[in-house]
Nanobody, 120 residues
Framework: VQLQASGGGLVQPGGSLRLSCVVS????????MAWYRQAPGKQRELVAV???????NYRDSVKGRFTISRDNAKNTVYLQMNSLKPEDTAVYYC???????????????WGQGTQVTVSS
């Protein structure tokens, strides 16, 4: 199982970016999908999470600006980031709970990270 994240880059304050993360490989199903971020010198933090039944949750600092969505048919999760601020600058990582078989508990997988820099 591999997670491939893309879509990061340099954007001015107030701008937008859309991150994507595709889960590939041999597995039964993808459960929870999430985005985390880690700024220099700080711990990795949860940004947004999407459950397989469509529930979503966000950290307070991104509510109203970021939207997590998923395409279950494509095993892909997205993070639409609007009104970006310099404090959103970080490496963003996708995370997924993946079932390798119908009776298996989900295993946790990480993508490689994509850099988001918000600066004028």
């Amino acid at each position: 199982v591999q997670l491939q994240a893309s879509g990061g880059g340099l954007v001015q304050p107030g701008g937008s970016l859309r991150l994507s993360c595709v889960v590939s490989g041999s597995f039964f199903s993808v459960n929870v999908m999430a985005w985390y971020r880690q700024a220099p010198g700080k711990q990795r933090e949860l940004v947004a999470v999407s459950t397989s039944d469509g529930n979503t949750n966000y950290r307070d600092s991104v509510k109203g600006r970021f939207t997590i969505s998923r395409d279950n048919a494509k095993n892909t999760v997205y993070l639409q980031m609007n009104s970006l601020k310099p404090e959103d600058t970080a490496v963003y990582y996708c995370n997924a709970g993946v079932r390798l078989g119908p009776l298996r508990e989900p295993s946790n997988y990480w993508g490689q990270g994509t850099q988001v820099t918000v600066s004028s």
